[in-house]
Structure formats: C-alpha cells, structure tokens
C-alpha cells in the first residue's frame, strides 16, 4: 500500500512541475506556491547538473499545497507532513505543521522490529520548518541537522 501512495505521489508530482504555470499567473495560489514542486540536496551537496528525469525519479523534498514530503534514507517511502499553517518571512517561509499520525501497530502487542523514522526534518521542533531562500531556484532549511546543504529545485523538461 505505501508503495502505491508513492507511485501516486511521484506520478503527481511530476505532473504539477510538468504543468504550473509561470509566476506571474499565480494570482489565485498562496503565498508559498514559489516552493511548489521537487527539490533535491539537502542531505548532501546539490549537484552542480542534474536533468530533469534524474531529478524528478528521486526528489528529497516535495511542496505541495497542503503537504511536504521528505525523502529518509532509510525508508523507501517519502515522510509526509500535512501543512497547518505557512506564513511568508523577510526571508522564506515558516511552516507549522499538524501533528504527525500515529499508525497501528502491524504486529500484535506492538512488537515491531521497524524503527520509525522521525517525522520532522532535524529541526528544534519537529512540527516547524523554517524555508530560507537564496534564489529562485535555491533554499535551505537553517538549523535543521537532517539538511545540512542547500536544496536546488528540479528542472523542468
């Protein structure tokens, strides 16, 4: 089942990059849409040329309009943070996030050998994400020990 919500994602995702409109066409969208879309680095330096295909098969980080998904090395599936609330600062934006949902345990009495991974994104508090931004095409999520690099956005085609 989780493999098939990120097929779903992935195929998503590709299509509103494929298919957002130029800024300037926004008008309807939130302050935030800049972010929209797939970016990767962040966990290591971003690479200096990538392609689109390349970076669009294996995003670190997805915005969405309600949801920010981050790629754990660890799991093969993306952490998903539904979006509470994002408020635009002199420098980025500021995330604050629902609190993250529990899931049943998979085997009885809940002794599970999967350690679950965290759900925020190295920050102090796990449920905000400061988003910093250096250019256009550029940003950083300062403070945050899972995301020591900066983040460049995926090329469109």
Known sequence: ???????????????????????????????????????????????SSLGSQECLAQPVVIFTRDIVMRAVITDTTYTQRLVE????TADGVEFRFAPPIT????????????????AGFGCLNPDVLQVQRRSDNEISFPGCKDFPYPLVRCPGR
């Open 1 to 47: 089942m989780r493999r098939i919500a990120h097929l779903i994602a992935t195929v998503t995702l590709a299509a509103l990059v494929m298919a957002s409109p130029p800024a300037h066409a926004q008008g309807n969208q939130p302050p935030q849409s800049w972010l929209f879309g797939a970016w990767t680095g962040g966990l290591f330096p971003p690479p």
């Open 85 to 88: 609330t994002a408020r635009i």
């Open 103 to 118: 899931q049943a345990p998979s085997s009885p009495f809940g002794l599970s050998g999967n350690v679950t991974t965290e």
